[in-house]
C-alpha cells in the first residue's frame, strides 16, 4: 500500500478546494506470575485486557516472495517480555481519556502550515488561511476501477472529520464503543497512552507479538490467507464483489468492525491484522531492517532508528520526511492491491495524519505494572 502522510492530506484539501470470535487461547488467566509463560491479565495480578508476552527472539521481517524491499531480509532480534493490549484502543476507552483529559486531537484542531509543509514536495505554496480547518482524510473509494498508483483517487480531505465523526460531520460512533477508534495521529496516541500509563509499542515488539509465536508464518494465524474458508480478519477482499477501491453499494459496509469480531492469534490477541493500521514508536526507514541485518549480532530490544527515510516515495515527500511506522493493515486491504496484513508488512505514516483506517494500541513493561499498581494503592488510601 502507498505512504499516506500530510502530503495526501494537503493534496485531498487543495483538490477539495477547501485546500471474534473464535478459537483457542493460548493464553491464560494467573495467580503466580511467571515471566516465561503467555498469561492474560485480570488487573489484579496483570493489567486487565493485556497480554504477557515472554521474553524471546524471532525473525523479524520477511524474504517471502510476497515481502516488499522494506520488510527484507529476515532477522533475527532479542526482545525482553512485555504486557500488551489484547485488542485496539476502542471508541469507548478514547472517550473516557477525552473526558477525562478534554484533550483535542489533532483533527480537531487548525492546520499548521509549518508542519503540514514538511510533508509537501519543496516549493509549494502556503495556502490561504481559510482553507486550513480542522479535519482528517476519509476512504471515499471511486465509481469504476481506477489506476492503483494514485492513492489521492479513494482518499479525500473532509472538513470536520474526526475521531467523533470518522467520515465527516454527518457521521458519528454512536453503536461503535467496541470499534477501534480512528482518525488518530501518533500524537494523539502518544498523549493517550500518558493518560493510560502505558506506552506505544516498538515495532519489534508489535511484530512479536502479532506472530503470536509462528515463526516466519504469512498471516498472524499462519500460512493460509483463509483457512478451512474460514474469514480470518476485516479486510476488503470478505464481502465485496467489485475490485479496491470501487464502491458501488452503500448497503455493504466499508470501515472497521468491532474488536475481538475474529479468532485471536497464539497470543490471545485480536486484530493483528486488518481492521485498521497501528501506529508504533519507531521513526520509519525503508532500509531499517537491512542495516539491522549488518550489524553482525542479535539486537535486543530495538527501539528503531534515530530518524526518517524513505527514498521510495514516489510521490514527492521529500524522502527524510518525519514518518513512524505502522502496522497490521486495515479494512481497505485487497490482495489485488496490497497484502499489508501480513505480519512482516510496514508502512511509514506522518505522525501528524489522522485517517479513517488508523488506530493503536499500547504495551507496558512488568515494571510500569507494578509502578501502576503503587500508583492506584497510594490514591486509593488518601
Not at 527484507?72 to 485488542?87: E, R
Not at 483529559?101 to 519543496?122: C, I, N
Not at 465485496?240 to 470501487?246: G, H, L
Amino acid at each position: 500500500m502507498g505512504q499516506f502522510s500530510r502530503r495526501a492530506w494537503l493534496g485531498a484539501l487543495l483538490t477539495a478546494g477547501v485546500l471474534a470470535a473464535g478459537g483457542g487461547l493460548a493464553a491464560w488467566h494467573f495467580d503466580v506470575f511467571k515471566p516465561g509463560k503467555t498469561y492474560l491479565g485480570d488487573g489484579r495480578t496483570g493489567p486487565a485486557n493485556m497480554a504477557w508476552i515472554p521474553a524471546g527472539a524471532f525473525l523479524m521481517g520477511s524474504d517471502h516472495s510476497h515481502a516488499q524491499p522494506n520488510e527484507k531480509p529476515a532477522h533475527k532480534v532479542a526482545l525482553s517480555g512485555f504486557w500488551i493490549d489484547v485488542s485496539d484502543v476502542t471508541n469507548a476507552d478514547f472517550r473516557r481519556f477525552v473526558e477525562a483529559t478534554h484533550y483535542v486531537t489533532t483533527a480537531e484542531r487548525k492546520p499548521d502550515w509549518e508542519t503540514l509543509k514538511v510533508q509537501a514536495p519543496p516549493g509549494t505554496p502556503k495556502p490561504d488561511d481559510s482553507l486550513l480547518v480542522p479535519g482528517a482524510l476519509v476512504f471515499s473509494g471511486t465509481a469504476a476501477p481506477v489506476s492503483l498508483r494514485d492513492y489521492s483517487q479513494w482518499w479525500r480531505f473532509v472538513p470536520g472529520a474526526d475521531w467523533k465523526r470518522p467520515q465527516g460531520p454527518d457521521s458519528g460512533i454512536i453503536g461503535k464503543d467496541d470499534h477501534p477508534v480512528v482518525q488518530v495521529s501518533y500524537e494523539d496516541a502518544e498523549a493517550y497512552a500518558k493518560w493510560a500509563g502505558k506506552r506505544l509499542p516498538t515495532e519489534a515488539e508489535w511484530e512479536y507479538a502479532a506472530r503470536g509465536g509462528l515463526e516466519q508464518a504469512t498471516y498472524a494465524w499462519g500460512n493460509e490467507p483463509n483457512p478451512q474458508q474460514k474469514t480470518m480478519a476485516n479486510i476488503w477482499d470478505n464481502h465485496r464483489e467489485t475490485p479496491f477501491p470501487v464502491v458501488t453499494d452503500e448497503k455493504v459496509q466499508v470501515g472497521t468492525t468491532a474488536v475481538r469480531k475474529f479468532a485471536p492469534n497464539g497470543y490471545g490477541l485480536y486484530d493483528m491484522a486488518g481492521n485498521v493500521w497501528q501506529w508504533t514508536a519507531d521513526w520509519y526507514r525503508a532500509d531499517y531492517f537491512k542495516t539491522q541485518a549488518q550489524l553482525g549480532k542479535t539486537p535486543r530490544d530495538p527501539v528503531g532508528p534515530p530518524d526518517s527515510f524513505d527514498p521510495y516515495d514516489d510521490s514527492g515527500i521529500p524522502p527524510d520526511a518525519p514518518r513512524r511506522v505502522t502496522r497490521g493493515g486495515s479494512f481497505l486491504c485487497s490482495d489485488t492491491y496490497c497484502l499489508s496484513y501480513r505480519t512482516s508488512a510496514r508502512r511509514g505514516t506522518d505522525p501528524y495524519t489522522s485517517m479513517s483506517h488508523i488506530g493503536f494500541r499500547l504495551v507496558m513493561t512488568q515494571d510500569q505494572w507494578k509502578a501502576e499498581q503503587k500508583r492506584t494503592k497510594a490514591e486509593a488510601n488518601r
